[in-house]
């Protein structure tokens, strides 16, 4: 099981699940041809796919086409059920950068097949944090900068503003049906710009104030 660590707080949490928000911003619905979720769109993750800025990715001998999704992380600090809009930030320990790492190849076969995307998504390396900064140190989560840079080529750039669902909106949807838990991870989506990267590229993501992560692809 991983470990995260609140370097201010001096504490560590054991990551239980990672919970995903899909399509949470309009323009990268858009670019996927998918059509505006009416409600979030949940997915799980396995910890066991978690590494960390500066780790490498290992690129799966079972797909062909590997796109990164850039997005704001944000770590459970007390075990909530039914949690409301109003007492949702009281439940976030704090905040990271993250990549989403996705198999679109897998993905796009599983959605016209009308199956889950697991494999697309849960695969050793796919999950890539920075360190993460204290919740108090952060104003406003639904006001970040989110920006990827792959070969130094800007290829993300956007803001949380944008977000079809809030931080406290996307808490509180999660919460109403399973209880989010003491070390929770809960990936908020990704912005436009997604795409495919190869073997022996070298990965950049930032939100400032929050955290900066670097990886690479490898075989």
């Given at each position: 099981?991983?470990?995260?660590?609140?370097?201010?707080?001096?504490?560590?949490?054991?990551?239980?699940?990672?919970?995903?928000?899909?399509?949470?911003?309009?323009?990268?619905?858009?670019?996927?041809?998918?059509?505006?979720?009416?409600?979030?769109?949940?997915?799980?993750?396995?910890?066991?796919?978690?590494?960390?800025?500066?780790?490498k990715?290992?690129?799966?001998?079972?797909?062909?086409?590997?796109?990164?999704?850039?997005?704001?992380?944000?770590?459970?600090?007390?075990?909530?059920?039914?949690?409301?809009?109003?007492?949702?930030?009281?439940?976030?320990?704090?905040?990271?950068?993250?990549?989403?790492?996705?198999?679109?190849?897998?993905?796009?076969?599983?959605k016209?097949?009308?199956?889950?995307?697991?494999?697309s998504?849960?695969?050793?390396?796919?999950?890539?944090?920075?360190?993460?900064?204290?919740?108090?140190k952060?104003?406003?989560?639904?006001?970040?900068?989110?920006?990827?840079?792959?070969?130094?080529?800007?290829?993300?750039?956007d803001?949380?503003?944008?977000?079809?669902?809030?931080?406290?909106?996307?808490?509180?949807?999660?919460?109403f049906?399973?209880?989010?838990?003491?070390?929770d991870?809960?990936?908020?989506?990704?912005?436009?710009?997604?795409?495919?990267?190869?073997?022996?590229?070298?990965?950049?993501?930032?939100?400032?104030?929050?955290?900066?992560?670097?990886?690479?692809?490898?075989?």
């Open positions: 099981m991983r470990k995260i660590k609140l370097q201010e707080k001096n504490r560590e949490y054991y990551v239980c699940k990672i919970a995903c928000v899909g399509k949470n911003y309009l323009e990268h619905a858009k670019e996927l041809g998918d059509a505006v979720p009416e409600k979030p769109v949940i997915f799980i993750k396995p910890s066991s796919s978690i590494i960390f800025s500066g780790e990715i290992i690129y799966p001998e079972f797909s062909n086409s590997l796109h990164y999704e850039t997005e704001l992380v944000l770590l459970i600090g007390k075990t909530g059920k039914k949690i409301s809009k109003q007492s949702a930030l009281n439940y976030i320990a704090g905040y990271a950068v993250g990549l989403d790492m996705t198999l679109r190849d897998l993905q796009s076969e599983a016209r097949l009308g199956h889950p995307w697991t494999i998504k849960c695969f050793d390396t796919s999950t890539v944090l920075s360190e993460f900064v204290s919740a108090e952060i104003d406003n989560p639904n006001s970040l900068e989110i920006k990827l840079w792959v070969n130094n080529q800007l290829k993300q750039d803001n949380t503003s944008n977000m079809i669902y809030s931080v406290e909106e996307i808490i509180e949807y999660l919460s049906y399973f209880t989010l838990e003491e070390g991870l809960v990936f908020t989506g990704t912005p436009k710009g997604v795409g495919e990267v190869k073997v022996g590229d070298k990965l950049v993501a930032e939100i400032p104030k929050v955290g900066r992560l670097e990886t690479e692809v490898i075989k």
